[in-house]
């Protein structure tokens, strides 16, 4: 009866467990905390954050009566994904792919830090491989296209089509006008090739005193959305998680009021603003 009721409890725990993170991203990241090293792996620090505030003075202080608080150095969590997928007809291509677990989009370039667009939504609405064949046939296009010629491109029965493109429409990825289908996304860029051009070292830092910024999505969902977005052939042989260091950089007004602006501290540019709670 003893081993019983354990091997209960210790199911009923589990369940829990796995509730909590589906549920709870950020409950995830309380437990990783916990039994986190005590280092972790970072791009470089390439620009300081004096250097960027005097390069963009004249943009971020409007007079003498704006003047720059003291900055603060925040690391953001990014997945770095080991990946193959089909180059062409008769080569397979390797490499590693970075997915923002805040923004959830793939990252290009780091260089330019140059991003893809429309994944976030994508995540959101669990996109399925079907579904992202709709869409990067749209995409192919310019965004739109009428049924008519979806059903030549993608060469699949209609009463398929039917059900993919219903599909989309009740997931608001796509737009329907007429006999016209678009993509519901404002400057989508989802066709790109499946890897990151990563031109720059991986650094340890020690994790102590260091501001982590909280994810907002779970590895399994990355993994999920760029298995759908990248067909059959594409795989991931392993994962890692990264971190890029980034600036918030604060403005002090006249009124007392305050202006925070978030600098990629590998390239020196300006980035969104990061969601609340980092």
């Known amino acids: 009866?003893?081993?019983?009721?354990?091997?209960?409890?210790?199911?009923?725990?589990?369940?829990?467990?796995?509730?909590?993170?589906?549920?709870?991203?950020?409950?995830?990241?309380?437990?990783?905390?916990?039994?986190?090293?005590?280092?972790?792996?970072?791009?470089?620090?390439?620009?300081?954050?004096?250097?960027?505030?005097?390069?963009?003075?004249?943009?971020?202080?409007?007079?003498?009566?704006?003047?720059?608080?003291?900055?603060?150095?925040?690391?953001?969590?990014y997945l770095l994904m080991d990946v193959k997928y089909i180059r062409s007809q008769d080569k397979t291509g390797e490499g590693v792919i970075l997915w923002g677990l805040v923004d959830g989009e793939m990252v290009v370039n780091t260089s330019t830090w140059e991003r893809t667009h429309g994944f976030t939504d994508c995540i959101a609405a669990n996109a399925t491989r079907q579904e992202f064949k709709i869409m990067n046939a749209l995409a192919a296009r310019g965004g739109a296209w009428d049924r008519e010629g979806l059903s030549k491109f993608l060469n699949i029965e209609n009463h398929i089509l039917d059900s993919w493109i219903d599909s989309c429409r009740k997931k608001s990825l796509i737009v329907q006008t007429g006999n016209i289908y678009r993509l519901h996304l404002q400057n989508p860029r989802l066709m790109v090739i499946p890897e990151t051009?990563?031109?720059?070292?991986?650094?340890?830092?020690?994790?102590?005193?260091?501001?982590?910024?909280?994810?907002?999505?779970?590895?399994?969902?990355?993994?999920?959305?760029?298995?759908?977005?990248?067909?059959?052939?594409?795989?991931?042989?392993?994962?890692?998680?990264?971190?890029?260091?980034?600036?918030?950089?604060?403005?002090?007004?006249?009124?007392?009021?305050q202006m925070t602006s978030h600098w990629n501290a590998l390239n020196g540019k300006r980035l969104p603003v990061l969601p609340e709670g980092s």
């Open 197 to 257: 051009k990563l031109e720059h070292w991986l650094v340890t830092k020690p994790a102590k005193k260091a501001v982590r910024v909280k994810k907002r999505y779970r590895t399994a969902q990355i993994e999920a959305i760029a298995q759908a977005a990248f067909g059959g052939d594409f795989a991931i042989r392993k994962t890692k998680e990264i971190f890029l260091p980034v600036y918030s950089i604060v403005v002090q007004n006249p009124d007392g009021t």
């Open 1 to 77: 009866m003893h081993r019983i009721a354990l091997l209960l409890f210790l199911i009923t725990l589990g369940l829990g467990g796995y509730w909590a993170v589906d549920r709870f991203p950020n409950f995830s990241g309380k437990i990783e905390e916990l039994l986190s090293p005590d280092s972790f792996q970072t791009l470089e620090v390439r620009y300081s954050a004096e250097g960027i505030m005097e390069a963009h003075k004249l943009e971020l202080l409007s007079d003498n009566a704006h003047v720059f608080l003291e900055p603060t150095l925040k690391f953001v969590p």
